[in-house]
């Protein structure tokens, strides 16, 4: 695909990620909310909507919240069909952790 057709696909993505998170989340900073976005856009919404992690946010329980982005770690492994822990994903949900806790602690 193009650049511009990428950048178009991304787009559309993000403004969905921001519909979802209009939809479901209570209130959250401007970390919260990236971090959020980030994992929407991995995840989609019905797996948000369902989390822990969004239970807890929309309770206050941030630390709480926090410490779930470390159980969204798995991906499933292509020879075997069974989830494994995926380094990338490990970095990936480290970060969005610090993100989500950014200005809080």
């Given at each position: ?21 209009k ?13 959020l ?65 950014r200005?809080?602690?």
């Amino acid at each position: 695909i193009t650049e511009e057709e990428a950048d178009a696909l991304l787009s559309k993505d993000l403004k969905e990620c921001h519909r979802v998170l209009k939809k479901w989340v209570n209130e959250c900073t401007e970390g919260q909310f990236i971090a959020l976005m980030s994992f929407v856009f991995n995840f989609g919404e019905i797996k948000f909507a369902k989390s822990t992690l969004l239970r807890l946010h929309n309770s206050e329980q941030y630390e709480a919240a926090a410490e779930e982005f470390g159980r969204w770690v798995y991906a499933t492994d292509p020879k075997t069909g069974k989830k494994v822990v995926s380094n990338g994903l490990v970095t990936r949900r480290r970060e969005e952790k610090k993100q989500y806790l950014r200005g809080l602690v």
